[in-house]
């Protein structure tokens, strides 16, 4: 049975972070797919995002997506983003509350578009926004483009549609499902630094 105390409130959340930097950094880690909640005021939209980055200094989770996407729009109206993390094996689950800013054309979005595979690269060259109506089943991304032969000049078309979303976390709530025991606490961040709850689960 899991045991918490106090003190584990103070301990809690750099051990969160660390679980984000290193989840982040490994392809199979169930904590590297997250699903990202967004609103346009009126009804949010949810889907699975590739975690690309975690910065416990910074407080800072950071994904990737077309500047043409409805949670780019959405986020553009409200900032505020909703990141639900799951690992089933460990039965853990985070919900992070994070206000986010956009990062298109700029040094940010240079930065992590030079250390941006060309596989990768090239899911920002379709030439229609994502969520358009197509007449069969397609990426829109132009054959060329698939060869192995493709260059980085060529993928440079998909630069103008890359955008970097740089969410800074200021709430954190943590639930460890257990087979007798649920635990679930909260951290919101204050000028001292992280301010923990124990919840009910």
């Known amino acids: 049975m899991n045991t918490y105390t106090t003190s584990d409130l103070e301990t809690l959340p750099a051990r969160l972070w660390s679980e ?5 950094a490994e392809p199979a880690n169930p904590l590297r797919t997250p699903v ?4 346009n005021l009126f009804e949010c939209s949810m889907r ?6 975690a910065d416990a200094a910074k407080r800072q989770l950071i994904a990737y997506s077309d500047a043409r996407a409805q949670k780019v729009h959405q986020l553009k109206l409200c900032e505020q983003a909703h990141w639900l993390f799951y690992d ?7 919900r992070i509350s994070a206000g986010t800013m956009i990062h298109q054309n ?3 979005a240079r930065e992590h578009w030079q250390a941006l595979p060309l596989a990768g690269r090239r899911n920002y060259c379709a030439n229609l926004p994502p969520g358009t109506d197509i007449h069969a089943p397609g990426d829109a991304i132009a054959p060329e483009l698939k060869l192995p032969s493709v260059t980085k ?3 440079e078309v998909g630069y ?3 955008a970097v979303l740089v969410a800074t976390v200021d709430q954190i709530d943590w639930l460890q499902l257990g087979d007798e025991t649920h635990v679930r606490a909260v951290f919101n961040w204050t000028a001292a630094g992280w301010s923990g709850l124990w919840l009910v689960p």
């Open 160 to 162: 103008e549609n890359f």
């Open 106 to 108: 700029d040094a940010i």
């Open 20 to 24: 984000l930097e290193r989840a982040a």
């Open 153 to 155: 000049k060529q993928l």
């Open 48 to 53: 699975v995002v590739v975690l690309r980055r």
């Open 36 to 39: 990202l909640g967004t609103s």
């Open 88 to 94: 089933p094996a460990r039965r853990a689950q985070l």
